[in-house]
């Protein structure tokens, strides 16, 4: 069965800090890889997305890939409070696959 | 506004009681999706549609039925709702595929 593994969390981070998240996929297939950011309560967002090996940058957000690994990446620089929440990654080979999600907070 | 709307935001029925859950979106996407999110078990895929008349199951179908008379609209029906069908749930869409999801606000359902 193809899976999409993240820690649970919560990872707590101070205000400022660089918060790191990450997620392994199982099937070797996947070609294109998604993180959603979700709020207490509210919808999935997504906030990047990456399709090939290396590094993509969007302002404070950097998604990682490393096929041969199989393993997803997102770092957020200087974090905030406002980026409490849980962060969804999904890979797609096929059909879009979720993890359970990482809780995120930051602490001022 | 681009939005996908679903409705009702919160639902409490009884096991057996037939209910509609109903999705719209305004952005012309052709490909439309129904999740379900439980603790510790993400979010799973009850049905998709790649366009008009075209529906398929996903990873959690029984109990479930859709349908897409039009584009804009991709109902969830659950004929004789059970308290294991208690869940949130979502809508989505996108251009193509399963690919840059918009979701739905949710459907909070508790089946007693």
Redesign the interface.
Known sequence: QKEVEQNSGPLSVPEGAIASLNCTYSDRGSQSFFWYRQYSGKSPELIMFIYSNGDKEDGRFTAQLNKASQYVSLLIRDSQPSDSATYLCAAQGGKLIFGQGTELSVKP | EAQVTQNPRYLITVTGKKLTVTCSQNMNHEYMSWYRQDP??????IYYSMNVEVTDKGDVPEGYKVSRKEKRNFPLILESPSPNQTSLY?CASSYG??????????TQLSVL
């Open positions: 510790g078990l993400g979010l799973r895929q979502f595929g399963d690919e840059k999801l918009f979701f739905g606000s949710g």
